[in-house]
């Protein structure tokens, strides 16, 4: 099966309708689940890697209602006695399965140590692949005893509280410095927490104490955020807590819009800048904005309205350290623009669900003009492109940001994996067909059998 893409001049237009924010409902229902007590959290998700840490979560003996406003968690000691089977994990067996979710991954590494049971995380086979030494090694100098071969996925974990301490870890990710501060409240000692080298990634480290923080727990920082103190011995208290929607996902909208002459309103998304909202990607519309796309308030419904004839793209420097799963909607949005763009600091990005520098490079298959110098991606702005095959690399970023291209493309493009998209913005095919646009999943057989099909005339 593929995701077929037509290439389409016409206008888009109608409502899009922007999910809650996967960051946000991870770090919320990770949080709920260490406070004793019931938090309610409303916002509801359904990407699959929220699905995955909700079923781990539950694996771990925390009672998760699933309500239509959102969640009801009832906290506490992570009890594995209950025989809980939920996507994959298992109490009774000891497994965790986080599925394809990194967040899950990183984040209930180090929390594992909390149950009363060895436990084993697991997940898709190509997340053997995923870099987590450099978090194993942290977790170690905290006291947490681990079993991993080649230091990757499967990871046994044995039950034990962390002793504390000082610990090291390098900044390329992101998620390995919140899996650490996730866990350094329920040590045996104060942990102070020092970043080696350069610190990519900042507003997700920044959203994960400050939910922390909403959440009852200390943690303290520099202010460069190098170095973290976090006090021992924390209990977490129970909260309500409201899901902002996601910038990431109304970015494939927002692309879309900019692509096309466009009359699209975005139900739920409210914020026109950046400052608008705590989102760690919320820089993606100060960035469209300043490539030319009108973001304005709807008089009606106070959300974001998008209305033009027509935009020419203005070309983007960007620095990609703090916001390195933007890189690729906005080199699809370059390959448009009036000049030359560069996308500065992005050798992390090569460390995610693929390496989604070296995926985005085939936009140069439609006609497009992209140059990869290591640590700097060059996009050059092309008059048009036409539809060629892709790879998705089972990339949902990859295959949405080269999917939105692909509606400006003349002719038919088609990309693997075509449900990567299901993993953090189910309803992305649906809501780019509900404006205008022209995707659908078949098999290449089908499809070729379809365009033979004789036209019947009536006579």
């Known amino acids: 099966m593929h995701l077929f893409v037509n290439g389409t001049g016409s206008a888009v237009s109608g409502e899009l309708s922007i999910p809650v924010s996967k960051y946000h409902a991870h770090r919320a229902l990770v949080l709920a689940s260490l406070a004793p007590g019931r938090s309610v959290i409303t916002g509801l998700s359904d990407t699959r890697q929220v699905v995955w840490t909700i079923g781990v979560l539950r694996a ?127 040590a045996g000692r104060e942990t102070t927490i020092e970043i080696v080298g350069e610190l990519n990634e900042q507003p997700y480290v920044e959203l994960t104490v400050h939910m922390m923080r909403q959440f009852g727990l200390a943690v303290e920082h520099s202010d460069d955020w190098r170095h973290f103190t976090v006090p021992a011995g924390q209990t977490a208290a129970p909260t309500h807590y409201v899901i902002p929607p996601d910038i990431g996902s109304a970015a494939f909208g927002l692309a879309a819009t900019a692509l096309h002459p466009s009359n699209v309103l975005f139900r739920g998304l409210s914020a ?75 050798g992390h990005i090569r460390l995610k669900e693929s390496d989604r520098v070296n995926a985005m490079l085939q936009l140069n298959k439609l006609g497009g003009d992209l140059v990869d110098e290591g640590d700097t991606l060059t996009v050059r702005g092309v008059d048009g492109l ?15 940001s080269l999917a939105v291209a692909a509606t400006r493309a003349e002719g038919e493009s088609r990309l693997t994996y075509p449900r990567a998209y299901r993993i953090s913005y189910p309803t992305f095919l649906d809501a780019m067909n509900g404006v205008g646009l022209d995707l659908s999943i078949t098999s290449v057989q089908e499809r070729t059998a379809t365009a033979e099909a004789p036209s019947v005339v009536a006579s």
């Open 272 to 346: 026109t800048t950046g400052a608008d909202t705590d989102h760690p990607e919320a820089d993606f519309l100060d960035i469209v904005s300043g490539m030319g796309l009108p973001l304005e308030t709807d008089a009606a419904t106070g959300f974001v309205r998008v209305r033009h004839d027509g935009v020419d793209l203005q070309p983007v420097d960007l620095d990609c350290r703090r916001i390195p799963d933007l890189l690729p909607v906005v080199s699809a949005l370059a390959t448009f623009a009036r000049g030359t763009s560069t996308l500065r600091t992005i």
């Open 60 to 186: 771990l003996g925390t009672r998760i209602d699933v309500t239509a406003e959102g969640y009801v968690v009832h906290g506490g000691p992570y009890d594995t006695s209950g025989n809980v089977v939920d996507h994959g994990s298992s109490s009774a067996g000891g497994v965790l399965n986080v599925g394809s979710s990194g967040t899950t991954l990183y984040f209930m590494t180090g929390l594992a140590a909390l149950a009363d049971k060895p436990l084993t995380l697991t997940g898709m086979k190509y997340f053997q692949r995923r870099p987590i030494k450099a978090l194993l090694d942290s977790l170690d100098s905290l006291g947490i005893r681990y079993r991993a071969e080649n230091d990757r996925p499967p990871i046994t974990v044995q039950p034990g509280r962390p002793t504390g301490g000082h610990v090291r870890i390098a900044g390329t990710l992101s998620q390995w410095i919140s899996g650490l501060l996730l866990v350094a409240p329920f």
């Open 386 to 400: 036409r539809g060629a095959p892709m790879s998705s690399f089972n990339d949902h970023r990859v295959l949405m």
